[in-house]
């Protein structure tokens, strides 16, 4: 039994993983469809269809985290209580049942990256508008150079960011690897994570804090196809 019991649970953290692989390209899925509905919402303005699709997303992002969650609290039960391996399919049917049953549009709505998503949208339709609205001035070539490299240059790594993620209590931006590698290693250690920008008084950054800033690493795609051409 004790052999029958290991295969399972080796079996069960094989589908899991699997899960988790996936949940990685739901991810950069809904980072795709954030940058369609970004050039919709320059172009035309709306973009109502990229809004119900990254919900959807969201809600299936959602559901893995549950079944997930659902499965490791069930199988450390079994763990436990061996005999209790019988029913582990059940088990996880219906705890997992009762979480989807609670899953309600707000939590969908609060899901990073939708949240996300809805900032790049008024933040792309926002520039549409002013574009239109009135003539941009030129600046100075030298001052835009070095505006750029402060914005698009990460404060932990000092080398420009991949995926540009922005804390909402302060504003100030990071590469998401390395924000998230901060974190981890100052919750290792016991201590808050503090705001790498010098002089920020943010003490507590936490990964709820962050939100993904689509039109920022936009903005870095764009002048890295700039310099290539140039």
């Not at 002089?199 to 890295?224: F, H």
Request: glycine share 4%; with cysteine.
């Amino acid at each position: 039994m004790f052999v029958a019991l290991i295969m399972s649970l080796s079996a069960v953290h094989g589908t899991l993983s699997s899960l988790k692989s996936c949940q990685a390209d739901i991810g950069t899925g809904m980072d795709i469809v954030t940058d369609v509905a970004m050039d919709l919402a320059e172009t035309q303005g709306k973009c109502n269809a990229m809004e119900a699709m990254i919900l959807e997303c969201a809600k299936l992002d959602r559901e893995i985290n549950y079944f997930v969650d659902v499965v490791q609290q069930v199988t450390a039960e079994v763990r436990a209580q061996p005999e209790a391996m019988f029913s582990l399919s059940a088990k996880v049917k219906e705890q997992f049942t009762e979480r989807i049953a609670r899953l309600s549009d707000a939590d969908l709505h609060g899901h990073q990256k939708v949240v996300a998503f809805k900032e790049s949208i008024k933040n792309s339709s926002k520039q549409a508008n002013q574009e239109s609205a009135e003539n941009i001035e030129e600046l100075d070539e030298d001052i835009a150079v070095t505006q750029s490299q402060v914005n698009f240059t990460c404060p932990l790594t000092q080398v420009e960011m991949v995926n540009p993620v922005k804390n909402k209590k302060c504003n100030h931006h990071y590469d998401e690897a390395a924000i998230l590698g901060l974190i981890k290693t100052r919750h290792s250690q016991k201590k808050k994570c503090r705001c790498p920008v010098v002089g920020c008084g943010n003490t507590d950054v936490k990964e709820s804090d962050l939100i993904p800033d689509q039109m920022l690493r936009r903005r870095i795609q764009s002048q890295k196809r700039q310099n290539k051409r140039t």
